[in-house]
């Protein structure tokens, strides 16, 4: 079955520190991957996304994001968090032939401490 | 460029009732998709149009209908409300269903409350 998991619900992080969220996914076709934003109240922004190619992928607002195959993975990172960045955070998954159609993970709740 | 554009943002109904959303994408995109979420059940598929015509949908039950029209515009509409259909519903447009470029642009969402 296709899922994308988000093991933690919810991280707080102090302004500054640096950041990873974890994300793994199961998906039988070649998967394209994404980490969106959603602030509340607003809809989803796309950070990044990953098609092929190399592992490591930047996005916007300092994030990048490294795919490994061999651990289904697709964590998110950011070497220094800013009090902005405190949103949820999904990851997700897509296929070439699944049109429209992408599989969201729960979400990761970020909270930043001043 | 104008982003996605939903309507309304914010609405109220009973039981029973049925709504129609509304979603305009950005100029130029010919794919619509709408998702619904909710905080139990996270974010979740159901369907996209392309050109018109329901290309992909999701496990929704039949109460949850879409259509697209020649200017891409797309409407949702949900017959028989019930409770558990109190959420925000998203559309997201792109190019091409993301099929080439992956990309889907989202709108600030319709939030729907059913009491």
């Known amino acids: 079955a296709q899922s994308v998991t988000q093991p933690d619900i919810h991280i707080t992080v102090s302004e500054g520190a640096s950041l990873e969220l974890r994300c793994n996914y199961s998906?039988?076709?070649?998967?394209?991957l994404f980490w969106y934003v959603q602030s509340p109240g607003q809809g989803l922004q796309l950070l990044l996304k990953y098609f092929s190619g190399d592992t490591l992928v930047q996005g916007i607002k300092g994030f990048e994001a490294e795919f490994k195959r061999s651990q289904s993975s697709f964590n998110l990172r950011k070497p220094s968090v800013h009090w902005s960045d405190a949103a949820e955070y999904f990851c997700?998954?897509?296929?070439?032939?699944?049109?429209?159609?992408?599989?969201f993970g729960q979400g990761t709740t970020l909270q930043v401490k001043p | 460029k104008a982003g996605v554009t939903q309507t309304p943002r914010y609405l109220i109904k009973t039981r029973g009732q049925q709504v129609t959303l509304s979603c305009s994408p950005i100029?130029?995109?010919?794919?619509v998709s709408w998702y619904q979420q909710t905080p139990g059940q996270g974010l979740q598929f159901l369907f996209e149009y392309f050109s018109e015509t329901q290309r992909n949908k999701g496990n929704f039950p039949g109460r949850f209908s879409g259509r697209q029209f020649s200017n891409s515009r797309s409407e949702m509409n949900v017959s028989t409300l019930e409770l558990g259909d109190s959420a925000l519903y998203l559309c997201?447009?792109?190019?091409?269903?993301?099929?080439?470029?992956?990309?889907?642009?989202f709108g600030e969402g319709s939030r729907l409350t059913v009491l």
């Open positions: 997201a447009s792109s190019l091409d269903g993301g099929a080439s470029t992956g990309e889907l642009f």
């Open positions: 997700a998954v897509g296929a070439l032939s699944n049109t429209g159609k992408l599989i």
């Open positions: 100029s130029g995109h010919r794919s």
């Open positions: 998906y039988g076709a070649t998967p394209y």
